[in-house]
């Protein structure tokens, strides 16, 4: 069974629980998952989260390993 895919902007991402996959009213969490929600990439990262560690993840691909 295939995992749900998260919605990469969505118009509210504050009215949602992203900690799991119930997606649960940021005021009605039924999960368990504490007391807050969990929050979307994209309010902690910014509108360019997809993308905004693509250029960490490459410098380190063509740095020499320790060997």
Same mark, same amino acid.
């Given at each position: 069974?295939?995992?749900?895919?998260?919605?990469?902007?969505?118009?509210? &991402?504050?009215? @949602?629980?992203?900690?799991?996959?119930?997606?649960?009213? $940021?005021? #009605?969490?039924?999960?368990?998952?504490?007391?807050?929600?969990? &929050?979307?990439? @994209?309010?902690?990262?910014?509108?360019?989260?997809?993308? $905004?560690? #693509?250029?960490?993840?490459?410098?380190?691909?063509?740095?020499?390993?320790?060997?």
């Amino acid at each position: 069974m295939a995992a749900p895919k998260i919605p990469l902007a969505p118009k509210h &991402p504050e009215r @949602i629980c992203w900690g799991c996959n119930r997606y649960c009213p $940021a005021e #009605d969490m039924v999960c368990g998952n504490g007391t807050i929600r969990c &929050p979307h990439p @994209i309010e902690l990262f910014g509108e360019d989260w997809l993308t $905004a560690f #693509d250029d960490q993840a490459k410098s380190e691909d063509q740095e020499p390993g320790l060997s």
